[in-house]
């Protein structure tokens, strides 16, 4: 008996069907928004005390969840990843929807791993923007950043755009070789700025106030919050470039009608009593407004300050 063969049309009939059953699959899953039909996920990085974060930001996605859908079977989920790399697969994955953060791993996540794209920018503790200021203890022999070479800088946290990310790809930009220690070394290459990291501000201060280091760097809201002593005790060197305090992004492929719909909830929430209340559980969260000049600059501004840091 001879085979039967199917000609070029009846296969592609079959074709067509077998992928329209794919589609049909995928979508049933989807509600006409995007979004899974049972949960909008809101997400964060971080690799410790994630249960108590779940609960700092539960009310808020909840409350977004409530204003984006009448219907009452979806709910607002917060999603911890342990870190930004973390984070951007689940976008990816479409396991997250939308997620806050500081400048760099904004930059990470939205321009190096293509997951998401800016939406918002975040007021966080009452501020809009903020800078880094990489400072010295008065009447030292550091007077100028050239004297930074050969010497060792403490910054705060390896995970902190105003406490290192920031001022270190600010001093690349200048032409500074950066160099990590292990601990305050007492010889470093005069060709090279070494850099420790001291996990919390009080530390930081103390190292530079005690001359173990020769610099630090922190944000200038944490410069604020000294006494005016140590303030008095200090030189800043040098000032960076003032970038958004926290930044919202949606996911890459998340329709434009519900990115839309979720800016204006987010923009006015601010302005009634429990949104308030709501938004400063969401870790001191104060409102949300438009990006500065729009997407287009605000992602500009974040290539250009850490992009180049890292390509030299």
Not at 213 to 221: E, M, R
């Amino acid at each position: 008996m001879k085979r039967q063969r199917h000609r070029p049309s009846t296969l592609i009939a079959i074709a067509a069907l077998l992928f329209g059953v794919i589609l049909g699959s995928n979508a049933a899953g989807q509600t006409r928004d995007g979004v899974g039909d049972k949960t909008i996920s809101l997400g964060i990085a971080s690799d410790i005390n994630q249960k108590e974060i779940e609960g700092h930001f539960r009310d808020f996605v909840r409350y977004v969840a409530r204003k984006l859908f009448s219907k009452s079977d979806i709910e607002g989920k917060v999603v911890v990843a342990p870190t930004m790399f973390e984070l951007a697969k689940l976008l990816e994955q479409k396991q997250v929807d939308f997620y806050m953060e500081s400048p760099y791993p904004t930059y990470v996540i939205n321009n190096v791993h293509g997951a998401a794209k800016l939406l918002l920018r975040r007021w966080k503790g009452g501020m809009a923007e903020y800078q880094s200021l990489i400072f010295t203890k008065r009447n030292s022999e550091i007077k100028r950043l050239e004297d930074l070479r050969g010497k060792i800088v403490a910054f705060e946290d390896p995970g902190s755009t105003s406490g290192h990310f920031l001022p270190k790809f600010f001093l690349s930009r200048n032409g500074f070789k950066l160099s990590e220690k292990s601990r305050l070394e007492p010889n470093v290459s005069p060709g090279e700025v070494g850099y420790i990291f001291a996990y919390s501000q009080e530390k930081l201060v103390d190292l530079v106030l005690t001359k173990q280091a020769a610099a630090g760097a922190f944000s200038n809201d944490d410069y604020a919050a000294l006494d005016e002593k140590k303030r008095s005790d200090i030189t800043v060197l040098a000032q960076t470039e003032r970038l958004p305090r926290h930044l919202l992004s949606v996911r890459r492929d998340l329709t434009p009608a519900l990115a839309e719909r979720l800016a204006e909830i987010l923009l006015s929430m601010h302005e009634d009593e429990e949104g308030r209340r709501i938004l400063q559980k969401a870790d001191g969260t104060t409102k949300f407004d438009m990006l500065p000049g729009g997407e287009t600059r605000v992602r500009r501004q974040l290539l250009e300050t850490f992009y180049s840091a890292e390509k030299r």
